[in-house]
């Protein structure tokens, strides 16, 4: 787990090219605390900063292949790595160290770009092919570690983060307006777009190649086509997903550093610890966990109870609102680019106090996409029902019932939740589920910008990326696209990131068991049928799991990762609020209405409208440009 950048086609002189690419190392120095390297060898220069892992005391980058003269800067694991080395040592080939980064180079010098069908990992890398001059680079199925790039005037430059191109003289960052717009709508800036013009993430499952001043961009994989149907019985699945899962959890306790477990007592991450503690013995696992002082969001008990279940070694500390309104600002000064995620806040501090026992940790991330774990799943399967009410019935009766349901600060305001509901339900298939898990929508973004940066005529210039991923995935059923949206984007630049931020922050590598490309590949290829039945979420995770976790696990409600955001904007963070989104701030800016957000603010803070989404994605937004000033467009 390391941070990687570099730059091919700067011109300069050697001294001036060093100087550069040791600030681009400066910047992610969190990344990789554990030393890096340079390799500065006109046109092409690539830096490294590593947090050892495996074979600590060797495994060093930039790496050079003796025979070939092609350099690696590697950024993540590689989790097959000794089978995958096995079979190139059959093939002739030696090696100097115990690394993976050895073992990922020479394949790519055996296969070429037909190596990455082999990982099973996390990455993303960059390779110098001496010998064809070409910069080959790739990231990993579904884009756990980050790729920017950018090619301006000729020189390609690319990082683990955005913050390595500050201070390039050849890289202009300038933030963009219609990325600012995108922000608000999603909570954060869609692949391939990043926050900067001319600056641009690489989707995962895709490698690209740059020669001769060009850019090339191909996808490798993508996730399957569920199935109509399948020869396997639900017993035969619940089998398979136990094993494969396992299986997933095995090659990543592969480390030669303490490993520990993100626990928050919900299924997936209680699965982990389940299946783990048949590998290794109990009190050989690290638990950790945060807890609420706000009951309604507080899973502790269930996270103490699976870790007494297990005998684990466990870990917890209880997040108040005086600790959020601390942290927000600092966070999100350290993001190089805006996400509005609230649970980035108890994220950051499960990655602090896990790292001062730990150096790895796994967590359940992919859980709730792969098998169906949010309340949006069983929204997509109401709408059929919904729309085919009668008109009159839904506009004249069910319509003006929501506005007189309950507004609450609590985990779950009913009015809040109906009101997005009947929001989304009206959009078009491939939008609804963005409209629901999203903040602004477009018909609000109108009434707080004072110039819109999308015109009228391009009405779905917003969403472009949504309908393409929707459009192109060629599953017959929609809920099978609703699964591939929240997979490809939802979990892509939102749950992923902010656990790769937040951990790297403190150093930490976390992975995701659930993850696995056998794992991913066989639960997505199975009909959704399979994984929600009868509005039963993670049916299927459930049925496989009825052995190895207790009912008040396994059937509890689903809590996400959140914090009480809406009270904590009443109240502890307001003076913050009120500072940061003030007429005199928003007037000096110029492009959003102050008499709009005004209005947001007054409304939510007496009660009569539920602006918690919209009022904390801007004011992550509005933090964010703080802490990085450039030129808006």
């Known amino acids: 787990m390391c941070g990687i950048a570099g730059f091919i086609n700067s011109g300069g002189t050697e001294d001036l090219q060093t100087r550069w690419i040791n600030g681009m190392m400066e910047a992610i120095r969190h990344r990789g605390p554990d030393g890096g390297g340079v390799y500065v060898k006109p046109p092409v220069v690539l830096g490294h900063r590593r947090l050892s892992i495996i074979d600590l005391e060797a495994g060093w980058q930039p790496m050079v292949d003796d025979s070939t003269g092609s350099v690696i800067v590697f950024n993540g694991e590689i989790y097959n790595f ?27 010098i055996c296969y070429g770009s037909d190596c990455l069908g082999s990982f099973e990992g996390m990455f993303a890398f960059v390779i110098w092919d001496n010998k064809t001059k070409t910069i080959f680079a790739a990231r990993d199925r579904f884009g756990k570690k980050p790729f920017y790039y ?14 390595s191109f500050k201070g390039l003289p050849f890289v202009k960052l300038e933030v963009d307006k219609r990325s600012i717009a995108q922000y608000l709508a999603y909570e954060y800036v869609p692949t391939p777009n990043t926050i900067y013009r001319n600056v641009s993430k690489l989707r995962p499952g895709h490698f690209m190649t740059f020669q001769n001043g060009s850019i090339g961009i191909n996808c490798y994989w993508d996730l399957p086509v569920p199935s109509k149907k399948t020869v396997l019985s639900e017993e035969e699945c619940c089998e398979r997903i136990r094993h494969l899962l396992s299986r997933a959890i095995k090659r990543r306790l592969v480390s030669d550093v303490p490993l520990g477990v993100f626990l928050s007592g919900g299924i997936d991450s209680s699965a982990v610890v389940a299946l783990m503690s048949e590998l290794v013995t109990g009190p050989e696992i690290k638990t950790f966990s945060i807890g609420f002082s706000e009951s309604s969001y507080d899973e502790s008990p269930y996270s103490r109870l699976v870790a007494t279940r297990f005998g684990t070694d466990h870990y917890e500390e209880t997040l108040s609102a005086i600790d959020a309104g601390s942290l927000l600002p600092e966070i999100v000064s350290r993001q190089d680019e805006p996400m509005s995620d609230p649970s980035m806040v108890p994220t950051f501090l499960l990655s602090q106090i896990t790292r001062k026992k730990v150096t790895v940790a796994l967590g359940g991330d992919g859980g709730d996409e792969l098998f169906a774990g949010y309340e949006y ?224 603010i007054l409304k939510h803070n007496d009660g009569r409208v539920d602006y918690r989404k919209e009022l904390w994605t801007l004011l992550v937004l509005q933090l964010w440009l703080k802490s990085n000033p450039a030129s808006i467009v």
Request: glycine share 4%; charged share 30%.
């Open 377 to 600: 799943y069983t929204g997509s399967i109401l709408a059929d029902y919904y729309l085919k009410l009668p008109k009159v019935l839904r506009d004249g009766v069910l319509k003006p019932f929501c506005s007189l349901l309950p507004l609450s600060t609590g985990y779950v305001s009913p009015r809040h939740v109906a009101e997005k509901f009947i929001r989304g339900v009206d959009a078009p298939q491939w939008l609804r589920s963005q409209i629901w898990v999203g903040a602004f929508t477009q018909e609000f973004e109108r009434e707080l910008w004072k110039d819109f940066p999308f015109s009228a005529s391009d009405s779905e210039g917003l969403y472009k990326e949504t309908r393409e991923l929707f459009e192109n995935f060629k599953a017959a059923n929609s809920l099978d696209k609703v699964f591939y949206l929240f997979a490809r984007q939802y979990l892509l630049d939102y749950i992923l990131v902010k656990v790769d931020r937040c951990s790297m922050m403190h150093a930490l590598e976390v992975r995701a068991p659930f993850l696995d490309k056998d794992v991913a590949e066989f639960v997505f290829s199975l009909p959704s049928r399979m994984k929600i039945k009868k509005f039963n979420r993670k049916y299927l995770l459930k049925k496989a799991l009825k052995n190895h976790l207790p009912p008040s696990i396994l059937h509890r409600k689903k809590r996400g990762f959140l914090i009480p955001t809406a009270l904590w904007l009443k109240q502890n963070l307001r003076p913050l609020v009120e500072e940061t989104l003030g007429a005199s701030n928003l007037k000096k800016q110029g492009f959003f209405n102050p008499k709009v957000v005004e209005d947001m």
């Open 150 to 163: 950018t090619l301006q005037n000729g020189v390609f430059a690319f990082a683990s983060e955005l913050t």
């Open 82 to 108: 000794l089978e995958i080395r096995s079979d190139l040592e059959k093939r002739g080939f030696s090696f100097k160290t115990k690394s993976d980064t050895e073992v990922l180079l020479k394949a790519y």
